[in-house]
């Protein structure tokens, strides 16, 4: 039973009968309904409780402004969506609502004791308690914090998808209203490429508000024209029309974002699990055209916030569009001529008029006698000073208004279901402020409205303040035909229109940002903010008080800071301010509009970039081969690469201890072709290389390799790697595997800015070779196998030499280059290669016992010749000399962080340096990051200082012992000496420094 | 001045609140001050209140271009910490977070210091050795960082994502249980209040144009209300801090980058701390309000601009929702930027100039908040004495010249 449904009318579909709860209890409604509009047609207003006195709230507007009328949709633990706009949410069958903030039920709220004690809970009372011992913040904070919030989070993960997609455009045209249509068509019709953004389901904006039987367009009902508008449209092929879908941020340079809804309207079982729930558009438009429209303001006065006060034009809304009475006997209040029109909307469909209350003291003549002979009666010059009704307003009591602001002579009572309140109408100049474009005061509006673009864009209709339709026509048209020129398509005239509408007057509207009530401000309970509760007293606290700049206040009071974005609320809040303030709505200003324009789902900026698809991991073509022999993966940067890899019945452990062994005491093979790669060429190239890193390469020879750092202009060791010549202009580098990106950048903003006299063409080949790195005694035996016709022995092919070759046909790049001490090869091969490579090495290494090892041994190998790793051993303040490796700055030419090589700091004798350390007892092993101390016990005040910390520490195969590399302060000077390695909650652990090459001194031992 | 407390507030219930007088005024410039600050926002306040308050000067001026607070102080996310890596940042954070402690009640003013706790997030070995040598470095410092598992982390954060299949898996995480966050308007709000009470005078909607210099020492600034004659000028102007120097020709090493915070609508309590993630770039806590307040690295270019792309926001959102894949659903309310005042260490410059009388505090790029009651207190020091006291002078802009710099930027790419 759909009581307040009318027997006709309305854009919905009655063949479609839809059911859905809220509440638990079952409502029906028709498809095409919103929630909003279907719990109205059955009588139910009151949906919701307010943020901070619990307040019953209802439904104020019809759309995205609706500040209050909030909910929670979906039953479903990690579906459902907290904070809904009832106005907003498309129902469906089987569509489950709920309130929200209210405990244990939305009649009986606990919450609403708030509102019992609302004299002491004004604006901005937490700043001046709460903080005192012995109950302070922290006692307070966890009762505050589960009394805020709205509703509740979904619990896991999110089970739709998301998608987002770029789009450049001559022509964006956001909001799909007349104007919006007008301007659309006419660009269209230019050959632009047009995409009109419509953000409910419709397109039509205010005509679907309209009463389809008084207004024609070029002879056709509103509704025809705009499905004559959509039918041309959609024909053409320059043209996307989104519907459901909100333009919501204006950025830099024309970048505007949208959001579409592409299936939260869709009953469960209507979705297509291969569409995305929502999708962000991310459009770059050469021009766009602002036709969002305006919002209708509430007036402000005493007792303004019960359940059954709505906006006149969503009363009038859901008449037309939905087909709906918003109540059976209603009061209109206005301060302009637009609301008679909706009263006698109303009055024409069957609702009482029991009265017109007008704040201007002389209504229009047109308008009374209309009045009049439909026998509504008008109260003019007057104001509403109280309201009753617990969950649904009952009456109005009525006062003439005396003065500026006071009341005066009888109170009338007036019984009504429906209040319908027109303040004027704002622009929605979100948008255009997004844009940086300024707004300026319009005292005729009265309202803001956009001032001088700052982007190339235009506002059209509502959105400029147009209030009429034949203007709202014209501007969109003529917004249209000036985009469409700008964009290149010039001569493009505005579409033409012939409009019929029954005359109406001009709307007129005048300033009331509050009424008074008769009563004293202290006890005015008139409310600006519906969501937050914010009453017109609070801002005038905060100027009080001193808060008196609209940024100030609006932070104060949480003016406008609800998730409607404060759509109803601003200019009301600002005029508040101005009056008190006694300054002009122009000096009192707006506050910044920020991104978005309602709220956005999170999901859907993330877009398609979750799960496996947030930054895709990068796997080697050895990668398969890892993973079914045993492979222990880590993350290295983007890369996944192989730790260790475990046979049966090893542990982590074992296997780690048995890879590093037999590198050293057989052969094994890392797969290192995560290594950063760039290939290098160009007349300059070498000069180039010689700049970069701070060892001299000016006389590296084709064929050779070198070793090289590569400093931060402060001097700080920033990358290192093995470069070979492979000709006298062509050079092939490698760099860590976490820093190959961060290099190339550094090395082509070097090119680009600093050097662009140098011919050097940079190229990133990491994905294009595949690298084995072959080690230990038996290598040679094993490459030798591998390549063909190739001799790998050292006295024919030396250390750090370079040469080509083939491998069983693959064309191969062999470096004679090695990160263990051990004689090495890397073998470079097309990465569709790499596969068969590794099989090959595997293979050719069989008689050896060869055991492919991963990046753990690799780091204790290394560690055990004391060769660093950036970003494990340096960390950004480490210069070449600290690593106590001689030649590694060279005097010969300029190199990118010379000069700050011989500042005071760097050239101090006590800079931490790095060094071994040997603990007392070989089997403890120091856990890297510990700091080390001077002293054998340790200091109990704090600050405690510290020589330095260990970097990296293992327990060593090849050693039979633990070692570790260490940055200490004055290091160089210590070796002998002992030192401290703090730990918690037990002694020092004692350890001798000395040299990084534990293979050198230790190795003889083992 | 009424003080501000629960029976002030029951008494003005009673009497409709009308007891209740400015929290300062709105005075005109005078002609001449003992000393300037340029920049109402949170270290300039402070530095005011610490000047007044500490150093017996109270014929001092707070001049703002807008109004206070309107700029990173009234933008930032407030994440508070002192775990820094490094000696000298982690005793000017540390000295910050214990005037943290009993700010509400020395200012008479509830800035909601809220110590729920900071985590920072590790998510692959090089973190983890990384914050685990962080930590030791502060236990040496006696400052309360600890090393928590990835089942301690989702014991102290419910909602987490620890399963090791995902991208980012979390391998543990540092905690500081003394940090938190707090409500930066009221930190505006309590020192200007406290200053302006001992005389301060915060001159709101008043640009400085210029500094007039004679012989190498300051002698006075322009501004769009006139011209002020004042020995010592002090610039704590965030991130226009160039601009200002450039007025006297001092250079700096600091680049300027929009940093861009976000709101999701309210919700009931859901993330109980603060959870940091340096290798996503994202980081959230959740308001009083119940808004999760999140905040991503800087926009890469440079800009005066409070604005910045959707971009930053898009990739930090994709990172959050792996780590928390409750947040798909819920929405992004309100999106807006700062200016951040970048050094090449990332670390502040707290420092005297070629100029005598000009003095600087700025480079506190994308997390200064919490050391702004410490900021405020060695600056003042400074101002006052014109010598660094031991807690200021590493933050010298000597430092780049001399190489002695504090390195952060090793430890935190996120570093609030
Ligand atoms: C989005 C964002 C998130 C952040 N999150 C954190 C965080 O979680 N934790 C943290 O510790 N830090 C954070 N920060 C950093 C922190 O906000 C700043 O380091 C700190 O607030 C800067 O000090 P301030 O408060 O004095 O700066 P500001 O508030 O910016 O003060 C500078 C003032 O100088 C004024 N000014 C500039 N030029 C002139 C002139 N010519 N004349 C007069 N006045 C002038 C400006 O208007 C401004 O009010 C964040 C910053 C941003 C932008």
Known sequence: MQRFRLHQGGLIDRSRPVHFTFDGRSYEGYTGDTLASALLANGVHMIARSFKYHRPRGILGAGSEDPAGLVQVGANANETDPNMRATEVEIFDGLETFSQNCWPSLSFDIGAVNDLVWRWLPAGFYY???????????????????????GKAPEGKDPDRYESQNRHCD?????????????????????????LSEETPLLGGRLNALDPSETSINGKTPREWVAACEAELAKLPNVTVLTRTCAFGYYADNFVALAQIEQDHLAPAARDAARPRQRLWRIRAKEVVLATGATERPLVFHGNDRPGIMLASAAETYLHRYGVKAGNRAVVFTNNNGAWGSAFALAKAGVQIVAIVDARPAPEEALMRQAASLGIPVHPHATIVDTRGQFRVKTAVVRRLDGHRGVSGEATVINCDLIAVSGGWSPNAALFSQSRGKLRFDAGLPGFRPGPSWQAERSAGAANGAMKLADCLAEGAAAGADAATKSGFAGTNPAAYTLQQPDAPSYNGIATWQLPSGRSASSTRAFVDLQNDVQAKDLKLAVQEGYASVEHAKRYTTTGMGTDQGKTVGINAFGILADELGKSMQEVGVTTYRQPFKPITFGALAGQHGGALYAPRRTTPMHDWHESHGAVFEPVGEWLRAQVYTRPGETFASALQREARTARTSVGVLDASTLGKIDIRGKDAREFLNRVYSNAWLKLAPGRCRYGLMLKEDGMVFDDGVTACLAEDHFHMTTTTGGAARVLNWLEEYLQTEWTDLEVYLTSVTEQWAVAAIGGPKAAEVVAAVADKFNPNPGNFPFMSFREATAGGIPARIFRISFTGELSYEINVPASYGLALWERVMAAGDKYKITAYGTEAMHLLRAEKGFIIVGQDTDGTVAPDDLRMPGMAKTSADFIGRRSLTRADTVRKDRKQLVGLLTEDPSVVLMEGA???????????????????????????????????????????LIGKTVYVSRKGADPIHATVVETDFMKQVGSHS | MPTYSFLSLLREGFTGHKGWTPAWRFPDPKPAYDAVIIGGGGHGLATAYYLAKLHGMRNIAVIEKGWIGGGNAGRNTTII??????????????????????????????????????MNLAHDEGEARVLKRRTEANRLNGIDTEWLDAKQVKEFCPPINISAGSRFPVLGATLQRRGGVNRHDAVVWGYARAADVM????????????????????TGISTSRGDIRTPKVASVAAGHTSIIANMVGVRLPIQSHPLQAWVSE??????????????????????????????????????????????????????????????????LLRQWGGIVDTCPDASPIITKTKVKGFYINAGWGTGGWKATPGSGHAFADLVARDEP????????????????????????????
């Open chain 1, 128 to 150: 001046k308690t709460f903080m005192g011992p012995p109950a302070n913040w922290m006692f307070f904070e966890p009762l505050i914090r589960r009394a805020a919030g709205l």
């Open chain 1, 171 to 195: 022509v964006l045209v956001a909001g799909g209203g007349p104007s919006g249509l007008m301007a659309a068509l006419t660009a269209a019709r230019s050959g632009a490429r047009v995409i």
């Open chain 1, 931 to 973: 700091h080390i101390i001077a002293t054998a016990v340790e200091p109990v005040e704090r600050p405690a200082p510290a020589l330095g910390h260990v970097t990296s520490s293992y327990k060593s195969p090849n050693l039979n012992r633990s070692i570790a590399l260490a940055l200490v302060k004055g290091g160089g000077e």
């Open chain 2, 81 to 118: 910490r002192s775990n820094y890596l490094e000696d000298a940042s982690a005793a000017i954070y540390e000295h910050a977070l214990k005037l943290w402690e009993g700010l509400g009640r020395e200012l008479n003013y509830n800035i909601m210091m809220s110590h729920r706790g900071v």
């Open chain 2, 199 to 218: 005389g301060v005078d915060i001159i709101q909607n008043c640009e400085v144009t210029g500094i007039k210099v004679e012989a190498g020492v300051v």
């Open chain 2, 266 to 331: 309210p919700v009931k309590p859901l993330i109980p701390c603060v959870v940091m993630s340096n290798a996503v770039h994202a980081y959230v806590s959740q308001s009083d309000k119940g808004e999760l307040v999140m905040g991503a690295g800087i926009d890469p270019h440079n800009s005066y601009t409070q604005r910045g792309g959707l971009d930053t926001i898009e990739h930090s959102l994709a990172a959050l929702i792996e780590l928390f894949p409750m947040f798909s659903r819920l929405r």
């Open chain 2, 389 to 416: 006291n031991a807690i200021a002078a590493p933050f010298s802009v000597e430092r780049f010249s001399s190489g002695a710099l504090v390195a952060e930027h090793g430890a935190a790419a996120v570093a609030h």
